[in-house]
């Protein structure tokens, strides 16, 4: 079958134009069916499903902690990405100290479990686990996901009926998933290793122009890997702690310029 002119133009050219993106930083080749606009809808959305099932902390300490390394990084991130300029930026702590889990949505709806807190001693260390799911966010990986998963349907109908409340419960949690989102409580649930990886350098960039010392990523991840059991990197879309921290090691170098001009110590 001869495929004409008119429906390259119309129909297949403005397909891959939209799907064919890098992500920040790395420049990593991505494939991005989702309309940023939708994520920011899911995110929303997600984020008052969140407050409606969660306790938000009144520990105003840790309130005050998370949105003062919180805006630095945003204000980072608003500046140089473009896909974050149009983010409405809110942080939320949320009380549930057996929790150890953070995570952004599209959006900037920014959330840390207190329990969290156990292994993050200052500012810079909080730095890195921020910028880590900010760098989530502004590479769109939960977008990413979605549009590996649907490539043989419309990508903008599902998401679209899942922020309306309308999608069945499968395509739904595929959706929930797909952006990190878990359907429990709002849990997380675990990015690819190429993503984790790439939002860890992501946020060494973030946390070094916002003026904290990436070396207190090395620091918290340090501790945190010493939090429990982790099974084989094989098993896990996780990296092993003792190569995650290795590949932070090799990239301090490369985001420390960064810090220099931006110290705030």
């Avoid at 996901?145 to 109908?157: M, N, W």
């Avoid at 973030?206 to 904290?212: D, E, I, N, P, V």
């Avoid at 890997?225 to 090691?249: D, F, Q, V």
Wanted: net charge neutral; glycine share 8%.
């Amino acid at each position: 079958m001869k495929i004409s002119k008119k429906i390259i133009t119309t129909i297949i050219l403005p397909f891959f134009l939209i799907s064919c993106t890098k992500a920040p930083v790395t420049g990593r080749e991505q494939f991005i069916m989702v309309n940023p606009v939708e994520e920011i809808q899911l995110g929303i959305k997600s984020a008052k499903d969140i407050l409606s099932k969660e306790r938000v902390s009144k520990d105003q300490r840790l309130i005050n902690m998370v949105n003062r390394v919180g805006k630095r990084l945003a204000e980072v991130a608003s500046r140089d990405y473009p896909i974050a300029k149009d983010f409405r930026w809110e942080f939320f702590v949320i009380d549930n100290p057996k929790e150890e889990n953070a995570f952004c949505l599209p959006g900037g709806k920014v959330f840390v479990y207190s329990g969290l807190f156990e292994y993050i001693a200052n500012d810079a260390e909080l730095a890195s686990v921020l910028g880590h799911e900010i760098g989530h966010a502004i590479a769109r990986h939960g977008a990413e996901r979605v549009s590996r998963g649907i490539l043989t349907q419309t990508g903008g109908e599902i998401l679209q009926s899942v922020i309306a409340g309308k999608a069945s419960p499968e395509s739904s949690a595929m959706v929930m998933e797909a952006f990190g989102i878990g359907t429990q409580l709002g849990i997380t649930l675990p990015h690819s290793r190429t993503q984790e990886y790439e939002a860890d350098y992501i946020g060494l960039v973030l946390m070094a122009k916002a003026g904290y010392d990436p070396n207190s990523a090395l620091t918290f991840w340090e501790k945190f890997s010493r939090s429990g059991e982790t099974p084989p990197e094989y098993l896990s879309t996780h990296p092993a702690p003792i190569n995650r921290i290795a590949k932070i090691k090799d990239l301090i170098p490369k985001v420390m310029p960064y810090y220099e001009q931006s110290r705030i110590d």
